[in-house]
């Protein structure tokens, strides 16, 4: 068995210098069994490109303040050239731009007009994930957007400060496109951050960190089949690199004090665990959803997929230092992460301290108490089971056969409601996670989660949030408070985004 993996993973090009630890090597063997499957097992670890020079500038996605252009948003969808790899361009997906998109700044109270422009020569969507807008203009796996066509959705803002993300959702295709680097950043502005004293001048002292991992061919092409091998479907895909704001080994320049960096994990599978190389505290001041009552000093912070949290990182001390990862502990060997298959952590940016001072020195006391919601008050009590083992569900494909990946036994159908809720309601959902962790995202709602694995949230997941890992079960509080039609109802899925093309999705109505 461990023959055949090593050398599987030697014919997909993947550098072997890894003694695997029995306890990882167990893990990971026992669930390929578990799955009756052996194949490649592409990615399955991260390595930092060598050597490591963190000599490339990290790049900004352009800021476009829908505001200050009448809130009319234009998005154009299209394929481009992007090196990652520094001297290798290769083709990326981007919006209005090679790779990745804008971050799109929208106030709360304005209605913005959004024109999406489909130039790719195949069908996409473009989903506002975290922003709170009815059905008809989610833009989930019903709002196609035919190639050549044009998307014109009308987004009412009215929600907290927060941060929040656009990607497309179209059903079975979603993962690669995502992969291929449609990912871009909703700011959602309610005039807090003044107030509050927090930094906010973009790209300065307010920076955005998106982090991806992806696998990369010699030529710097991205590694991603448009079938994936029945692993990559169970266990989502994992790249062998990491990437920031679409780059491997960025620093950026910081003013010396406080900075405000907005972490997105838009990974399509795998959980980053965050710090700084000097283990140095940071405190989390938001997460998916807005801001948490007070700042949360951590030392290390767990992001699963399509999560977001903000984070005041003091930079007054001047000294350069590394952003790292550690392995993804809940994938056992698919998650490690060093070249050597130990458990250590890879640095994946640097951050270099210049001598303008920050505007903002002292981490505020206090931010926004979260709206309260009242956990007796639940209407109905669902339950969500989600699991990786294949579940009858069946996905004809032109090589052959895919498997479903399910919901409560039932793997995604487009034709079905499986849920109705009554707008202006509460519900507890309970999420029960079978096979491995899943981070669990529902559409048009935010939750409090109200237990992990029968334990109350730590401090920095105790807000309102629109995606959670759920390693074993999670009860959560979920608020609806848009509408959503038959025709164009809300989607809930692991955010896993194989699993979710595999089927992992369910569909609400909301009246
Ligand atoms: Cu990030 Cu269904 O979405
Ligand atoms: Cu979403
Ligand atoms: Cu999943």
């Known amino acids: 068995m461990r023959t055949r993996l090593l050398n599987r993973r030697a014919g997909k090009g993947l550098v072997l210098r890894s003694t695997l630890n029995r306890r990882q090597f167990a893990i990971g063997s026992a669930a390929i069994m578990s799955g009756g499957l052996i194949g490649g097992l592409v990615g399955s670890r991260l390595a930092q490109g060598d050597p490591l020079r963190f000599d490339r500038h990290l790049p900004i996605p352009p800021l476009i303040d829908a505001n200050g252009q009448g809130n009319a948003v234009k998005l154009k969808v299209s394929s481009g050239r992007h090196a990652f790899v520094r001297g290798k361009p290769t083709q990326a997906y981007g919006y209005s731009g090679p790779v990745l998109g804008p971050a799109i700044r929208m106030r709360c109270g304005d209605e913005v007009q959004m024109t999406v422009e489909n130039a790719l020569g195949f069908d996409t969507t473009v989903h506002w994930h975290g922003l709170l807008v009815p059905g008809d203009v989610d833009g989930g796996p019903h709002q196609v957007i035919k190639p050549g066509g044009t998307w014109r959705p009308r987004l009412k803002i009215d929600q907290a400060a927060s941060t929040a993300w656009f990607h497309p959702h179209l059903h079975h295709d979603t993962a690669r496109q995502v992969y291929m680097g449609l990912t871009g950043l909703i700011i959602v502005d309610d005039g807090s951050d003044a107030r509050l004293g927090l930094p906010h001048t973009y790209g300065i002292d307010d920076v955005p960190i998106i982090i991806q991992d992806r696998s990369f061919d010699s030529d710097g092409s991205l590694l991603y089949d448009r079938e994936p091998d029945p692993q990559t479907i169970q266990y989502g895909s994992r790249g ?17 004090g406080l900075v405000r960096l907005r972490i997105l994990n838009a990974a399509n599978a795998q ?37 977001r949290f903000e984070i005041l990182v003091d930079f007054a001390d001047r000294k350069p ?24 952590f890879v640095p994946i940016m640097r951050f270099e301290p210049t001598k303008m001072a920050a505007t903002v020195k002292d981490f505020p006391a206090r931010l926004v108490e979260p709206v309260a919601a009242d956990s007796e008050k639940f209407v109905r009590r669902r339950q969500f ?8 569900g069946k996905r004809p494909t032109e090589m052959g056969i895919l498997p479903g990946l399910c919901i409560n036994g039932k793997t995604h159908d487009l034709n079905r409601i499986d849920v109705e809720t009554k707008l202006g309601t509460l519900e507890v959902w309970e999420i029960v996670s079978l096979g491995m962790a899943h981070p669990f995202h529902a559409h048009g709602a935010s939750f409090r989660v109200l237990s992990l694995a029968g334990a109350p949230p730590p401090a ?14 999670a009860e959560l509080l979920v608020a609806f408070s848009r509408p959503a039609t038959r025709e164009h109802p809300f989607m809930y899925h692991c955010h896993i985004l194989e ?10 109505v909301c009246a």
């Open 460 to 473: 920095h997941l105790a807000g309102w949030k629109d995606v959670v890992l759920v390693e074993d079960r």
């Open 321 to 344: 230092v590394m952003l790292e990862t550690g392995p993804d502990t809940l994938m056992g060997i698919f998650g490690a992460v060093s070249p050597d298959g130990s458990a250590d």
């Open 240 to 256: 062998s690199t990491i990437i920031v704001n679409g780059v491997v080994s960025p620093f950026a320049k910081v003013p010396s």
């Open 271 to 307: 959980n980053f665990d965050l710090r700084f190389s000097d283990r140095r505290e940071f405190r989390v001041i938001a997460s998916d959803a807005g801001f948490l009552s007070t700042p949360v000093p951590m030392r290390q912070l767990r992001i699963s997929p399509a999560e």
């Open 385 to 392: 089971v989600l699991d990786s083992g294949i579940c009858g």
């Open 499 to 508: 699993h979710e093309d595999a089927g992992m999705m369910g569909q609400y």
